[in-house]
């Protein structure tokens, strides 16, 4: 999301019908797939789920399906939950959503989530719900019961477009691994299996858009020595400043960083504003692994007009837990994010107000907020960081971070289909 663009199927059993906080018209029983001429072996299950018992069995899906896969890392389960959860997720807040876990000879193999957005409704008006969330084991009918499932449930709600995987929207988990599956996923990435692009297309998806994300080896001295000068030129005045957050003040720091934000990112492909509901949940959420030199704001004539924020990479020390944190991961979690140090980050948000934009002020203040970060890191003993996600549209960005030294080495893909 890095941004500075300067250019068959059963009734649910009782036990899991609880009544969705977030959809008051009844969950349909996925014998819909038949309507749209859909086979559905009779070993193959999509059951509803909701509730805390629903929401257990939907994240527990993927462990089995990764078991093999040695670059997995399982997202810590009571993190997944808060996502999942309609009273804690202020995504879900007015949208309909619903989630569901496939089975085959009663043994869980598959799940996907639909979701209709208020907000992107608003924005774009093209009628389109989103799937998001999905994983199933190498069987195409799985894919085709879940996805038909997901679609099913969207059309008899008045959508005529299906786009994903956004998990649950683009300002959270976006698109689909299809290339990069050799290297463990970081903090607030998606990871898949090599399977899952095929049986996705042939359920009749197509490419809507690609993100990459990029490998930057933290060196010193990055920019180059003509960018060196050209930065120096622009930014050593007096009314530009860069400043790191105030805790103090965090939540206003960060409602400040999503209205830029929300000004850089306003014409890109796929954007959503942020509300300032979910910018509040995002500073609880950050500021406990947060530090002051992984957010800076970049101010012109007292005007805040730039921010970058850099994560630390909490993949690299969970992958051991298998998703749990308790009873003891908490305690080795908390020393290695405090004590010991983490080597690997992620920038995961960077933004120059539009007006800036394609303008050699606005390119200086992205290269200088990378090179601030950059340098305050080096000094912690942080060594590698993600990038991402770039859209494969934004090409002055891409340039950018290509001068810089970065390498794409993943990339995911959004889909689309026509209901």
């Known amino acids: ?61 993927p462990s089995a399906i990764y078991a093999d896969d040695p670059n997995y890392v399982a ?9 999942l959860n309609p009273k804690a997720n202020p995504t879900l807040k007015n949208a309909q959503h619903q989630l569901w876990v496939a089975y085959k000879n009663a043994k869980p193999v598959g799940r996907i989530s639909a979701l209709i957005n208020p907000i992107h409704l608003d924005w774009y008006k093209d009628d389109a719900g989103h799937f998001g969330f999905i994983e199933g084991i190498d ?26 995987p956004l998990s649950f929207s683009v300002n959270e988990e976006t698109g689909l691994l299809i290339d990069g599956f050799d290297k463990p996923p970081v903090i607030m990435m998606p990871h898949a299996r090599t399977w899952y692009k095929t049986h996705i297309e042939q359920c009749g998806y197509e490419k809507a858009m690609d993100t990459y994300a990029l490998s930057y080896k933290n060196e010193r ?74 957010f800076v704001i970049g101010e012109h004539d007292g ?6 924020i850099v994560l630390p990479n909490i993949n690299a020390a969970i992958k051991e837990f298998k998703g749990k944190l308790l009873p003891f991961n908490w305690t080795k979690l908390l020393y290695r994010l405090k004590v010991k140090g983490i080597d690997e980050a992620r920038m995961p948000l960077m933004g120059v107000r539009k ?42 960005m891409l340039n950018m971070l290509h001068d810089l030294g970065g390498e794409i080495y993943k990339t995911h893909r959004v889909f689309e289909k026509s209901l």
Do not use: C
């Not at 195409?140 to 477009?161: I, Y």
């Not at 790191?244 to 960083?257: G, N, P, T």
């Not at 014409?267 to 995002?282: C, K, L, R, S, V």
């Not at 005007?303 to 970058?308: G, K, L, R, S, Y």
């Open 1 to 61: 999301m890095v941004n500075a663009d300067t250019s068959s199927v059963t009734e649910q059993p009782k036990e899991m019908a609880e009544t969705q906080v977030h959809d008051d018209t009844k969950t349909p029983n996925v014998e819909a797939a038949s309507a749209h001429n859909v086979s559905v072996p009779s070993e193959i299950s999509i059951e509803a789920v909701s509730g805390a018992k629903g929401r257990k069995a939907f994240i527990a899906v």
């Open 75 to 83: 997202p810590l389960e009571f993190e997944i939950d808060a996502r």
């Open 139 to 164: 069987d195409e009918a799985v894919f085709r019961a879940l996805l038909t499932t997901a679609e099913n449930w969207m059309r008899e709600r008045g959508m005529k477009k299906v786009v994903g």
């Open 221 to 294: 001295q990055q920019i180059p020595e003509r960018r060196r000068r050209f930065i120096e030129r622009a930014l050593n005045k007096p009314n530009i400043k860069f400043r790191q957050v105030d805790f103090s003040r965090f939540k206003e720091d960060v409602r400040l960083a999503i209205d830029i934000f929300n000004d850089a990112w306003s014409e890109n492909w796929g954007y959503i504003p942020f509300t300032y509901e979910q910018a509040d949940h995002m500073a609880s959420e950050l500021r406990p692994i947060l530090e002051g030199h992984n």
């Open 303 to 308: 005007e805040p007009v730039a921010f970058a």
């Open 355 to 396: 007006k800036y934009q394609g303008k050699p002020l606005g390119t200086a203040f992205a290269y200088q907020l990378i090179h601030l970060t950059n340098e305050k890191n080096i000094d912690r003993g942080l060594r590698w960081t993600e990038l991402s996600w770039i859209l494969e549209s934004n090409v002055p």
